[in-house]
């Protein structure tokens, strides 16, 4: 294949003049809020304005679709980052509310075209949990914004080439 002749898009992570929205679940605050620092860390690193950034707090993690949604169908915002922590309990509980946040993000993503990035925590214990909110694992707040910032940028290069 000669990649002199293939174009190639790629998003970056510039965040200069990008608006972006954060959704956060309260439940599990004291991850999420580790989760937020992360997010808002990577955000202002990439030169989002703080001004550029609308975070809206939810119950719980099962709330977060539909916060996102509205967001989405706003046309406010370049993307929307979704922080939150489910952890497994004794119940099949966080089976279902796992898998109900999981599908309702992406489903909102498509729903929108509109970069909608799932950083919300499934693990089976608390100390899982703390070493992917800034530990351990690194955080996984700042790497849904990396995510959200690449994908915004991607999609506007991909809008330049239709």
Same mark, same amino acid.
């Given at each position: ?63 977060? $679709?539909?916060?996102?949604?509205? %967001? ?6 370049? #993307? @929307?980052?979704?922080? =939150? +922590? ?28 509109? $970069?909608?990035?799932?950083?919300? %925590? ?6 899982? #949990? @703390?070493?992917?909110? =800034? +530990? ?27």
């Amino acid at each position: 294949m000669n990649t002199n002749k293939t174009t190639i898009i790629e998003g970056s992570f510039e965040g200069k003049g990008l608006k972006i929205a954060i959704v956060a679940s309260r439940f599990n605050e004291f991850i999420t809020q580790k989760l937020l620092q992360g997010a808002m860390d990577c955000l202002l690193r990439h030169n989002v304005s703080e001004a550029d950034v609308t975070l809206v707090w939810v119950p719980g993690s099962f709330e977060i $679709p539909l916060a996102a949604d509205c %967001l989405a169908k706003s046309k406010q915002y370049n #993307a @929307v980052i979704c922080l =939150g +922590t489910i952890i497994r309990g004794e119940t099949p509980h966080f089976q279902y509310v796992a898998s109900e946040t999981t599908k309702g993000v992406a489903k909102v993503m498509l729903d929108n075209n509109l $970069p909608v990035i799932f950083g919300v %925590l499934t693990t089976d214990n608390i100390e899982q #949990a @703390v070493n992917r909110a =800034g +530990t351990k694992s690194g955080n996984k707040g700042f790497n849904a914004a990396q995510s959200a910032l690449e994908m915004a940028n991607l999609l506007k290069q991909i809008g330049k080439k239709s």
